[in-house]
């Protein structure tokens, strides 16, 4: 038998200019929770709103010259990867997102 129990978000304050290049959330909100992780060539971001009463729009940055797709875990669907952000109250997203090395200027 599984017991309920309560999780609380906890939110990195590190100085982002010592964490180059990572993707970020735009605007920051610390009721978001953003995982990542490499599976397949895929970068993988797992994104989740824990904020029982809004709803968060926003957009994933640093993610450049990608093809990937967005899935929801709740109904099924899948979508072509899009890097604009909407999440529902207590929503998940997961995005696969294959990068593409940058073109030598």
Not at 42 to 55: G, H, P, R, T, V
Request: proline fraction near 8%; hydrophobic fraction near 40%; charge should be positive.
């Amino acid at each position: 038998m599984l017991r309920q129990k309560s999780f609380r978000v906890l939110v990195d304050k590190r100085d982002e200019i010592s964490i180059p290049n990572v993707p970020k959330l735009e605007p920051a909100n610390a009721k978001i929770v953003l995982g990542r992780f490499l599976r397949d060539g895929y970068e993988i971001f797992i994104l989740m709103n824990a904020d029982k009463d809004n709803a968060y729009e926003g957009r994933l940055t640093n993610v450049v010259k990608t093809q990937g797709f967005v899935l929801d875990p709740q109904t099924g669907n899948n979508a072509p990867f899009d890097a604009a952000i909407r999440l529902a109250p207590l929503q998940t997203l997961i995005y696969a997102v294959r990068s593409f090395p940058s073109s030598p200027q």
